[in-house]
């Protein structure tokens, strides 16, 4: 018995052994403990991870994959979440230990799991797995790139994040639309921003809204003193900025006198 693929849940499982080995083998479990998979499916992942020095635990909201997997997997029995990844609290299993994520992930919720990482930043030193070609790019690129935004200066800011390869629609059953990209995620060293971060994620993000715009223009609703919005920097577009001119520029908001 297999799991059939739902649609609504962004289910196209992986048959090339060999990739789901490669990004299996993409972390380094280095400086924790535990690994949560998400959206293990039929588990085409998760023998290589509980094959590794490393504690699996997997996160699934498919009532038919988790039936599967209890079945196919014994000794992971105990460390299946039936859970949606989005909305459960992860504290409750990790205790505020850290753990790594990995995947081949539903793209259809790829800018929300990445966004939640981000939250949850303090806890997860490392990140890989599978989204759609096109988003992976994203989160990778540098400035001036056509498809540098959000998502890239967000993680960028505080994870190194490397492309790693692309993959085919011919080895998923059903087959996506679309090429797939693997990427690694490192968390920096050092990355506590030396801003505010809450303000620099709205600055981002308000930036972002309209790409084709100065800074001078698309943030207006900061209220910004005509003395700072002089600055050679407001002059720019977004996908102009490095991820340290974002911060720089966040430091300028936080100490505008206005
Ligand atoms: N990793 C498997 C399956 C990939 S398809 C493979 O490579 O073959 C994506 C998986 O994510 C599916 O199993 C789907 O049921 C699961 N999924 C979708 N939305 C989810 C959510 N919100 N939380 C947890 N799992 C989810």
């Known amino acids: 018995m297999t799991v059939r693929a739902k649609k609504h849940l962004g289910q196209h499982f992986l048959e090339d052994e060999s990739i789901a080995q490669q990004i299996a083998d993409s972390l380094s479990l280095k400086g924790y403990n535990d690994v949560l998979e ?92 599978m989204f759609q070609k096109e988003v992976a790019m994203r989160i990778c690129s540098k400035e001036g790139s056509k498809v540098y935004g959000i998502l890239s200066v967000l993680t960028q800011a505080f994870y190194d994040a490397e492309y790693l390869f692309t993959v085919p629609p011919t080895v998923f059953n059903p087959p996506p ?43 207006k609703t900061f209220n910004l003193s005509d003395n700072l919005k002089a600055n050679i920097i407001f002059g720019q577009r977004p996908e102009q900025l490095s991820v340290a001119q974002f911060i720089e520029l966040t430091s300028l908001i936080e100490n505008d006198e206005n």
Do not use: W
């Not at 997997?73 to 990844?85: C, G, P, S, T, V």
């Not at 850290?98 to 030193?125: C, H, V, W």
């Not at 709205?202 to 943030?219: A, D, E, I, P």
């Open 38 to 129: 998400i959206g293990p499916g039929m588990g085409v992942l998760t023998k290589y991870l509980l094959k590794k020095d490393t504690t699996t635990h997997v996160i699934e909201i498919d009532t038919e994959s988790v039936d599967y997997l209890k079945n196919n997997y014994l000794h992971l029995a105990d460390r299946i979440i039936e859970k949606d990844f989005l909305k459960y609290d992860l504290n409750l299993v990790f205790e505020d230990k850290p753990f790594a994520i990995i995947g081949n992930f539903p793209y259809n919720i790829s800018s929300q799991i990445l966004f939640k990482t981000l939250e949850m930043r303090d806890q997860i030193p490392e990140f890989s797995g």
């Open 177 to 219: 639309k679309v090429d797939s990209g693997v990427l690694l995620l490192k968390r920096k060293e050092n990355y506590d921003l030396p801003c505010d971060e809450k303000l620099f994620f709205r600055v981002v993000k308000t930036g972002f809204q309209q790409r084709r715009k100065t800074l001078r223009n698309s943030l």
